[in-house]
């Protein structure tokens, strides 16, 4: 009893002293600068995105003026105010669960979806005949001059119509706070099996976990930036940006211009148009190569069944929205995305067992000491937060049934999405099926009543694009966790305060920003289609009178059958090097844009392995963490002169 005191003592000393007032102040700050840095950046000052990918420029550039900035000026001031390894930790998993909630993230699409249903009604689109009666009213803000006001900008002398947001925003903001909540529970379930038992690399958190090592050695300098090799890499891609900064003045300054590969398709062939990017170069050089491997492999495999489809005039219907194109291959990617989730469900069984002994108190369980959350309080939230959000799925007018379709469709792409890039490391992903799509279609929209179809359009605003979803984050944040050794509640009052704060600051500001200029105006996809996109597809579906087709089961099938395949003959053939990962996801758009430099990235890894062996390799890593780290000051430094002196018509340094 007293041994066991005592290390709950040590434990709850070693939590004061990581969760200090110094990690907490500086992680603060950082979580409300990239929450009011973000719309900044791409709706007034029409430069790079910040936070739409799963390593985004908002998560690189803070961290690293955190690293080799602040904290070196704290050092210098005084060595003990420099931030430990620790700390910098803990600021860093509070960046990663911010940069999941502005623009793109949560606000951007709550905001534009539930502002344009009467807003953009017109005659000819059908709005008004077959959703206008089926909206909720405590959903969206109205169709008044406030929601004119917000997508035009305010008159002169008036003020936010504050009031007509405050009932619907605290309605979206319940449904995201138990979607947070789901997640994190199933990542709490899960890490132990993805980090321990599977092992998996999670090939994002290398390079944070590099700059976090030898904080506490006293020396002003990072221990990462103390290789030769680091300085090559940060010169190459940082001397890049930097040499193309005076063209921003200088019309006549010869720029180096972006590598892109263009190949133009044929009547049957499709085309092929992607980038060569430094910085995505530096972080796939960490990722498994059978996974780049695949990736572009399997995209070469349905560039061929385009091509078979388009001789034969195959079709099984119109693609979707923030889906793949054409359907056949978005259905059997999302078959893919099931399979890989049931597979990985599969594969975790007996960890399951023993988290479920673990939770009751029965004997032979898991663990769950070193766990984000204790096993119990996991399946309670996972369960709590199921029910909260199939009910509130059901008060916007879906029927129960379609409700657990659409969130099975949901739960299944945050998860294979998880999996790929904590597996993969894919930093631009998209799930191949957005999640209504398949709602609709295993019954057939047809028979969906006009209250069902309405509330599908509207559920949009809450899962549709994740291009950069929480859970990926916050399974990488439990990386964190794991390889710095928190305490249990380190991860959840990091990522608690962290969310909360950025939906607060985010959704302000957003309006904020919006009402002052006009959100129409500010060009970006998400207020301008966006909003219309949902309501287009539902009245679409509804005048079509689509009816269940075989095809999309027939992909869904085949999707799911192949993955099956793959992933049987990885594990029964030491030789196989096809992973079931590349196959899922290699037909989405914003895969295909990075395979230039996936395969320059595999190119050089497998030359460096094969003739250099594991040595080679490993003393290669600091020139490629200089190319990430690079890339993203310079890209910094770039947006800081935008703001100031290009406002409106910035330079997009995405990647």
Excluded at 379 to 395: A, C, D, E, Q
Excluded at 445 to 455: H, I, K, Q, W, Y
Aim: proline share 5%; hydrophobic share 50%; with cysteine.
């Amino acid at each position: 009893m007293a041994t066991r005191d005592f290390s709950r003592e040590i434990e709850v000393g070693h939590q004061r002293h990581i969760m200090t007032p110094k990690a907490l102040t500086v992680g603060v700050l950082v979580v409300v600068a990239v929450n009011l840095l973000a719309p900044f950046s791409e709706w007034i000052v029409r430069s790079t995105l910040l936070t739409t990918n799963y390593f985004p420029l908002g998560l690189a550039a803070l961290f690293i003026f955190v690293v080799v900035v602040l904290n070196p000026v704290l050092k210098a001031v005084k060595r003990e105010r420099g931030l430990t390894g620790d700390e910098l930790g803990v600021v860093y998993t509070m960046l990663l669960a911010a940069v999941s909630v502005p623009t793109y993230g949560v606000t951007g699409y709550v905001i534009s979806v539930s502002a344009s249903p009467f807003y953009f009604a017109t005659t000819e689109n059908g709005w008004g005949e077959f959703i206008h009666d089926h909206v909720p009213l405590w959903a969206v803000p109205g169709g008044g001059r406030a929601v004119a006001w917000f997508f035009e900008g305010l008159p002169p002398g008036a003020k936010i119509p504050w009031e007509v947001w405050i009932m619907p925003l605290f309605w979206w903001g319940s449904v995201i706070v138990a979607t947070l909540m789901l997640c994190s529970c199933l990542i709490a379930v899960f890490r132990k099996q993805w980090v321990d038992k599977e092992r998996l690399n999670f090939p994002l958190v290398d390079v944070p976990l590099a700059m976090m090592d030898g904080a506490e050695d006293g020396r002003i300098l990072p221990k990462f930036m103390r290789s030769r090799l680091f300085w090559i890499g940060f010169a190459v891609a940082a001397g890049k940006i930097a040499w193309n900064v005076p063209g921003y003045f200088f019309e006549a300054w010869p720029s180096i211009p972006a590598i892109r590969l263009s190949i133009p398709g044929g009547q049957v062939w499709p085309g092929i148009s992607t980038n060569f990017s430094l910085p995505l170069v530096g972080i796939t050089y960490f990722v498994n190569v059978d996974v780049i491997f695949s990736v572009w492999f399997f995209n070469l495999f349905n560039m061929a069944e385009i091509a078979l489809f388009n001789r034969t005039g195959f079709t099984i219907g119109t693609s979707e929205v923030y889906s793949v194109s054409p359907a056949a291959l978005g259905w059997q990617g999302f078959g893919a995305f099931v399979a890989i989730v049931l597979g990985s469900i599969w594969v975790a069984r007996e960890h399951l067992r023993g988290v479920w002994r673990t939770a009751w108190g029965k004997d032979n369980g898991v663990s769950d000491r070193d766990e984000i959350m204790r096993y119990r309080t996991a399946l309670i939230g996972i369960v709590l937060g199921v029910v909260y959000i199939l009910f509130w799925l059901t008060r916007i007018g879906i029927h129960p049934g379609v409700a657990l379709l659409l969130l099975f469709a949901v739960i299944t792409l945050y998860l294979g999405l998880t999996r790929i890039v904590i597996e993969g490391g894919l930093v631009f992903v998209r799930g191949p099926l957005v999640p209504q799509a398949y709602a609709m279609h295993l019954i057939g929209p047809a028979d969906l009543t006009g209250s069902t179809m309405t509330g599908l359009g509207l559920s949009y605003g809450w899962a549709c694009d994740p291009i950069a979803t929480f859970m990926p984050f916050g399974a990488n944040a439990a990386r964190v966790h794991s390889e710095r050794r928190f305490p249990r509640g380190v991860y959840l009052t990091a990522v608690g305060l962290a969310l909360g704060i950025s939906l607060i600051v985010s959704f302000y500001f957003s309006l904020k920003l919006a009402y002052a200029s006009g959100a129409y105006n500010f060009g970006e996809w998400v207020f301008r289609r966006g909003g219309q996109v949902p309501y287009d597809t539902v009245v679409a579906k509804i005048k079509a009178a689509e009816t269940l087709k075989f095809g999309h089961f027939a992909f869904l099938g085949i999707g799911a059958l192949v993955t099956v395949l793959l992933t049987y003959l990885r594990h029964r053939f030491a030789w196989w090097r096809l992973h079931p990962i590349g196959f899922s996801i290699a037909s989405v758009g914003q895969v295909r844009r990075t395979l230039l430099s996936l395969f320059a990235a595999w190119a050089i890894k497998t030359l460096l392995i094969r003739f250099g062996g594991l040595m080679l390799y490993n003393g290669a890593k600091p020139f490629f963490v200089g190319l990430v780290v690079g890339h993203f000051s310079g890209a910094g430094i770039s947006f800081i002169i935008d703001a100031l002196w290009f406002r409106g018509h910035g330079h997009s340094l995405y990647f």
